[in-house]
């Protein structure tokens, strides 16, 4: 596999030897300060061209330039994933030694949100002047209504769960339970860990940090809310779900101030608890 240094070497000399590239930035977690290293991450990089049709699903030159191809996956020109018709041409590749590339290739100039970037190459000076924010992907701390509204919409979400473990309509079940119940736990995780640590850190891209900043227990908590197609099985990982969601919102709202809505928590418990014994035609 090669090396971190080898890689940016060679992406900087390709664009170094091409008059059709202007510059390059590299994002995602290689630029972040913050993120943990490791060989698995990718290289989040963006050319800046002065036209973007040459290089349009152009693998031969992706190949030649940066070696074998593993993977490959261009958005731009698949139908499952419609394409944002940008005019940028994304090529997604896992190449032959493992090594990752996200290439985005756009005519566009750089709009700077704040996002952590390092410029590897700047022709032209258009990139200069760049100011990265340290907090960028640190988490939000919520306004009032935005914590009500996602405790509502967690409880709400869970009438779902409990009719389709009724009605043995699995898909379903997993689907509300692990998409929409989970958002709603997620960003409350996120909101706990960011009041636990000053809203100075990051949760990670799908909370992929959480294992790190939630206390033991709380942790074991979160994970005994996955489960396997078992109902039994489903309904603890949903109750479990329900006392870790309380737990959470309760010390997200003493932090601000707010108020938890325990009835329509309790509520809700009591509904399922109805369904998964079959209590709602006495």
């Known amino acids: 596999m090669r090396s971190e240094r080898e890689m940016l070497e060679l992406i900087i000399n390709t664009a170094k030897e091409d008059e059709r590239i202007r510059g390059v930035i590299m994002s ?19 050319y800046f ?22 993977l490959l996956q261009t958005p731009e020109i698949m139908s499952l994933i419609p394409p944002d018709n940008d005019g940028s041409f994304v090529f997604l590749t896992i190449f032959e030694d493992g090594n990752r590339i996200d290439l985005n290739i756009t005519s566009d100039p750089y709009i700077d949100d704040g996002e952590p970037v390092i ?17 960028f992907w640190y988490i939000k701390p919520p306004a009032e209504k935005l914590f009500h509204d996602c405790c509502n919409e967690f409880h709400w979400c869970l009438n779902n769960v409990a009719k389709g473990i009724a009605r043995d309509e699995l898909p379903y079940v997993m689907e509300m339970f692990n998409n929409y119940v989970r958002n709603g736990l997620n960003i409350m995780t996120d909101w706990y860990i960011g009041a636990e640590n000053d809203f ?12 790190k900043y939630l206390p033991e227990e709380l942790y074991k908590m979160y994970a005994a809310t996955y489960s396997d197609s078992d109902y039994d099985n489903i309904w603890r990982a949903v109750f479990t779900a329900c006392a870790l969601f309380r737990r959470l919102a309760e010390a997200v709202a003493e932090k601000f101030g707010y108020t938890y809505n325990i009835s329509e928590d309790e509520n809700i418990i009591d509904y399922m608890n109805k369904v998964k014994n079959n209590l709602l035609g006495d």
């Not at 152009?58 to 070696?67: H, Q, S």
């Not at 410029?119 to 907090?135: A, C, F, H, N, Y």
Request: proline share 4%; net charge negative.
């Open 28 to 46: 995602g977690s290689r630029a972040d300060t913050h993120a943990p290293k490791d060989i698995y991450q990718d290289y989040d990089i963006i």
């Open 49 to 70: 061209v002065t036209d973007v049709a040459p290089f349009w699903n152009n693998t031969a030159w992706l190949e030649e330039k940066f070696g074998g191809i593993s």
């Open 119 to 135: 410029v590897l190459l700047d022709k032209t000076g258009e990139l200069s002047g760049i100011k990265p924010r340290e907090d």
């Open 200 to 211: 100075k850190v990051s949760a990670g891209k799908m909370g992929k940090y959480y294992k």
